[in-house]
């Protein structure tokens, strides 16, 4: 193995594996085998969006804005649900497009990159929203008492039960049956029990083939195309994570400005290497091959995971009166 290689695979601790199955989910349009879910018989289908592409429309993923219309109608049913219970609510802190994209083992998307580097602004911008959140202040307001009927009228009560899903890479989750939230995402999802199944199961199948992804010689040799790449543009990196490591080093006694800027320069290589290199192609290739070969079992629920979501976005646009 060269020296590139044996970088990269120093770099795959857990967290880089989680991170470039970040990567992978991102660019890959998969295409997985099994039917699309339909809507039980004690409930009317869904209208159709406008975006229906015909049969493999429920194969797709959201987009980004898309997904930022789902989390604002879901906001909106939560307001709803805690102002008829007594209290208020406020669901306006919500993420823009751009929020929900980037991260992962690599960059693919030049123009996210100019704009923001690898995303250092918009975690500080989302460090400060959490801490102004006016729900939270709200509820730090409240007496004791009052304070656990809010947060029991919100997230639920555990004494009620409380729904239960197997991970495929082993273990269990467990989200409460009642409160707000759990109403908000039966409405939207249309079956609260059936989408925290699917979702749990869809969204947690990373672990199941990644490890080997990482290993296979076609990806370690895109990776050292992207190394060769970057090197030929002045960033002397093995791996997008040794690029990142260095950052740091990189920017250490720059003012703010300055160091955003060298980010922003490094980001875009990485993003370009990416994409002109076969890295970005190559691992979306295996990203559907390995999907398509260590998960069919799992494909009811990834087809219903994707149709929910679907059906949720169609709910979305008629619960805050507008489109993505």
């Not at 044996?6 to 967290?15: L, N, Q």
């Not at 660019?27 to 699309?36: D, H, K, P, S």
């Not at 911008?125 to 004791?144: E, G, I, W």
């Amino acid at each position: 193995m060269n020296g590139g290689s044996t970088d990269m695979m120093r770099a795959f601790s857990s967290a880089a594996t989680v991170a470039i199955a970040t990567a992978l989910t991102a660019i890959a349009a998969v295409t997985t085998a099994g039917c699309i879910a339909a809507a039980p018989p004690d409930r009317p289908a869904p209208e159709r969006s406008h975006r229906s592409g015909g049969p493999a429309d429920g194969n797709r993923e959201l987009t980004a804005a898309e997904e930022v219309l789902v989390r604002r109608a879901e906001q909106l049913l939560v307001k709803e649900c805690m102002e008829k219970a007594g209290f208020p609510y406020w669901a306006d802190t919500l993420p823009a497009p751009d929020d929900l994209k980037g991260g992962g083992y690599f960059l693919t998307d030049v123009g996210w990159a100019k704009r923001h580097g690898y995303g250092s602004r918009l975690q500080r911008k989302a460090q400060n929203t959490r801490r102004d959140d006016r729900n939270s202040a709200y509820v730090r307001t409240l007496p004791d008492e009052k304070g656990i009927r809010y947060s029991d009228t919100l997230l639920g009560t555990p004494s009620k039960g409380a729904l239960t899903a197997e991970l495929p890479g082993g273990g269990t989750v467990e989200t409460p049956r009642d409160g707000c939230r759990a109403a908000a995402k039966g409405r939207l999802y249309g079956d609260h029990p059936a989408w925290f199944h699917a979702e749990k199961t869809a969204t947690n199948l990373t672990s199941l083939y990644v490890p080997d992804l990482v290993e296979d010689p076609r990806f370690t040799g895109a990776v050292t195309a992207w190394s060769a790449c970057m090197r030929a543009a002045g960033h002397d990196h093995a791996t997008p994570p040794a690029a990142r490591e260095k950052l740091p080093e990189l920017t250490r006694g720059l003012n703010e400005p300055k160091a955003y800027a060298v980010e922003v320069g490094l980001a875009v290589a990485e993003a370009t290497c990416a994409t002109t290199t076969p890295l970005a192609e190559t691992a979306r290739a295996l990203d559907t091959e390995y999907r398509e070969k260590r998960l069919a079992r799992y494909s009811g629920e990834i087809a219903a995971y994707r149709q929910m979501r679907l059906d949720a976005l169609d709910r979305a646009e008629r619960i805050t009166g507008s489109t993505a």
